[in-house]
């Protein structure tokens, strides 16, 4: 009798495998869409902000200027009149609303380079940082104290105290001479250098299209 | 979240060593299911033996509707898998010339590897052959360029160009599936049996 | 007395259930899906490049395929192909299937199929070339991620598969 049943049963088991798939099918059509966020999770969003690799202290900054590092790409988010009056020396201006631009995506969105964003202070910069590190980002930082503070430490350093420790005067040298490269022109040297200011060439900044690992073809 | 090897969760050296163990998967399946044969698979063409029609759409049907579930719930980044690229020319005439071979010749690479390993002579010239078209292929490359790089569309999927929604062009695929496997049960009935 | 049958094979909706689960494992691994003519081309790239790496180097496509210090052969395509063939091999070993023969209908000569696997297969080749894919490649892999151009090709392959047997019918039925 059972054997029957498996039998009877059995016949219809075509069916009942169409209507298994068909059934799956449709569950994809009826599941509720949700809606997908790219980028990084909340939870690594998070770690990047806590973590202090995402500032860059006007001093390294200087240092890597001075040296013409060329891994560093300077981004200047305040507006472009701003930016014409005062920049660092070979950033670009990607003023924040223009952030998600096509254009600005070619800067932001590689592994070529640390990008550094500024601006007057910290505020605008770390909108910006926040808003590519969710995108995914990499390897994007923000200049502590912003030009503010570039102005504060590098350009006008103030000379230490007597007795402060002696790194301190090691720091005030390597500004004092930073600031040389910049441009400023302090009494004590007037004799020996003329006063022709010192032109940083412009570099030029070719960002390659980042390159994803995308899978190739099969056959 | 997948695909694995992509995103650098599987370090890149496990790549090779698992191409072989998915091709050994392959090969199983497609020797196992009567691919080694090439009167089974031209058997499509004639009615009497549609195994190429079913084991084809159910893998179809099986890895799209697979697919897309596991991109619903985040297992894999459906916009990082590879989709084939869609060249209209190139698609039709290289598809029309790889089906008059297939009638000819009764086999598409994958099964006469499958018919070559259980010592198939005909799938050996066959292999042949195909490493002989190749090389047309490769000499008169200047003659065929156009149509190869040409109308060229992007790696397009359906959804955009026939602009649906890929839920519901999988259910329209999988009852037209469906229906296919039982027209060819039907046709199967009434051709004359071939034994091969 | 019951003599096992040589052609029994799997039921092919179970055969597709597995093969549907490898290409989505192969998805999920590696992004892309299988393939099959891809190994012969690479095949004939470094013959070519061993019998005159000149040529090779000139021809515009060939030219593609090879890297610096790198042999083409070396690549994902031809470790799949080659799991390919073990597989296969074990599959047909363990059913009693492997014997080295020209299987063809009885009302051809085996010389006759050869000449046609012969041509059936410069005509796959080619096709494959011209449509960057084969039915595993292009059709199959392409039709999991609902790729026009695997959409495409498969019509086409199947399409003209339909057209034209009716005058290849002598050599199968």
Redesign the interface.
């Known amino acids: 009798m059972i054997n029957r049943n498996l039998v009877k049963a059995l016949r219809y088991r075509?069916v009942l495998?169409a209507v298994g798939l068909i059934l799956l099918a449709g569950g994809l059509v009826l599941l509720p869409k949700q809606e997908k966020h790219k980028g990084i999770t909340s939870a690594e969003l998070l770690s990047n902000a806590i973590s202090p690799e995402r500032y860059m202290s006007t001093d390294e900054i200087a240092h890597k200027i001075v040296n013409q590092d060329p891994s560093i790409l300077l981004i200047d988010v305040r507006d472009s009149l701003n930016y014409q009056k005062y920049s660092l020396p070979n950033a670009l201006n990607i003023p924040l609303p223009k952030l998600l631009d096509d254009n600005s995506m070619t800067f932001l969105n590689q592994d070529q380079y640390e990008v550094v964003f500024f601006s007057n202070d910290n505020f605008d910069a770390d909108k910006a940082w926040i808003i590519s590190n969710r995108l995914g980002f990499k390897n994007i930082h923000v200049l502590k104290g912003g030009l503010n503070s570039w102005f504060k430490t590098i350009i006008n350093p103030t000379m230490p105290e007597e007795n402060m420790p002696a790194n301190a005067f090691e720091q005030y040298r390597f500004r004092k001479a930073a600031s040389m490269y910049f441009g400023v022109v302090y009494p004590e040297s007037v004799i020996q250098q003329s006063t022709e200011q010192k032109k940083v060439p412009k570099k030029v900044i070719t960002v390659k299209k980042k390159k994803k690992s995308?899978?190739?073809?099969?056959? | 979240m997948?695909?694995?090897?992509?995103n650098d969760l599987?370090p890149f050296e496990w790549?090779?060593v698992?191409?072989?163990?998915?091709?050994?998967?392959?090969?199983?399946?497609?020797?196992?299911?009567?691919f080694?044969?090439?009167?089974?698979l031209?058997?499509?063409?004639?009615g009497?033996d549609?195994?190429v029609l079913?084991?084809?759409?159910?893998?179809?049907?099986?890895?799209?509707i697979?697919?897309f579930y596991?991109d619903y719930l985040g297992?894999?980044d459906?916009s990082?898998?590879?989709?084939?690229?869609?060249?209209?020319w190139?698609?039709?005439?290289?598809?029309?010339?790889?089906?008059?071979?297939?009638?000819?010749?009764?086999?598409?690479?994958?099964t006469?590897?499958?018919?070559?390993?259980?010592?198939?002579?005909?799938?050996m010239?066959?292999?042949?052959?195909?490493?002989?078209?190749?090389?047309?292929?490769?000499?008169f490359?200047?003659f065929?360029?156009p149509?190869?790089d040409g109308y060229f569309?992007g790696?397009?999927?359906?959804?955009?160009?026939l602009n649906i929604s890929?839920y519901w062009?999988?259910l329209f695929f999988t009852i037209f599936g469906i229906i296919a496997f039982a027209l060819s049960d039907m046709v199967r009935k009434k051709v004359?049996k071939?034994f091969? | 007395m019951k003599i096992q049958n040589k052609?029994t094979?799997?039921n092919?909706?179970f055969?597709?259930?597995?093969?549907?689960?490898?290409?989505?494992?192969?998805?999920?691994?590696?992004?892309?899906?299988?393939?099959?003519?891809?190994a012969?081309?690479s095949?004939?790239?470094s013959?070519?490049d061993t019998v005159s790496p000149e040529h090779a180097k000139n021809?515009?496509?060939?030219s593609k395929f090879i890297e610096e210090d790198k042999s083409s052969l070396n690549n994902?395509?031809v470790?799949?192909?080659?799991?390919?063939?073990?597989?296969?091999?074990?599959?047909?070993?363990l059913?009693g299937?492997?014997?080295?023969?020209?299987?063809?209908?009885p009302k051809i000569t085996?010389k006759r199929?050869?000449i046609?696997?012969?041509?059936?297969?410069?005509?796959?080749?080619?096709?494959?070339?011209?449509?960057?894919?084969?039915?595993?490649?292009?059709?199959?892999?392409?039709?999991?991620?609902?790729?026009?151009?695997?959409?495409?090709?498969?019509?086409?392959?199947?399409?003209?598969?339909?057209?034209?047997?009716y005058f290849?019918?002598k050599?199968?039925?």
């Open positions: 075509y495998l995308t899978p190739e073809g099969g056959c | 997948g695909p694995l090897i992509p599987i790549n090779l698992i191409a072989i163990i998915i091709g050994i998967a392959f090969g199983y399946i497609l020797e196992s299911s009567g080694s044969s090439s009167r089974k031209a058997g499509v063409f004639y009497y549609f195994a079913k084991v084809f759409f159910t893998a179809a049907l099986v890895s799209v697979g697919i596991m297992y894999v459906f990082m898998l590879y989709v084939h690229p869609f060249y209209l190139g698609a039709l005439i290289g598809g029309a010339i790889m089906g008059v071979g297939f009638v000819a010749g009764g086999f598409c690479p994958g006469s590897l499958c018919a070559v390993a259980i010592g198939k002579i005909d799938a010239i066959y292999v042949i052959g195909i490493m002989i078209g190749v090389f047309i292929f490769s000499e490359y200047s065929f360029e149509i190869y569309y790696n397009i999927t359906l959804t955009e160009s890929p062009f999988i004359k071939v091969y | 052609h094979y799997w092919p909706y055969g597709g259930f597995l093969l549907g689960l490898l290409i989505l494992f192969t998805f999920y691994i590696t992004g892309r899906g299988l393939g099959a003519s891809g012969m081309k095949s004939v790239v013959i070519v021809n515009a496509y060939y994902w395509l470790l799949e192909t080659l799991g390919i063939l073990i597989g296969a091999f074990v599959s047909g070993g059913a299937r492997i014997s080295l023969k020209v299987q063809h209908s085996s199929r050869l046609f696997a012969l041509i059936g297969g410069v005509l796959f080749g080619l096709g494959a070339q011209i449509a960057r894919g084969c039915t595993s490649g292009a059709a199959l892999s392409g039709m999991a991620v609902l790729s026009t151009g695997g959409f495409v090709t498969m019509l086409a392959i199947f399409g003209t598969g339909y057209l034209v047997a290849f019918r050599n199968w039925i």
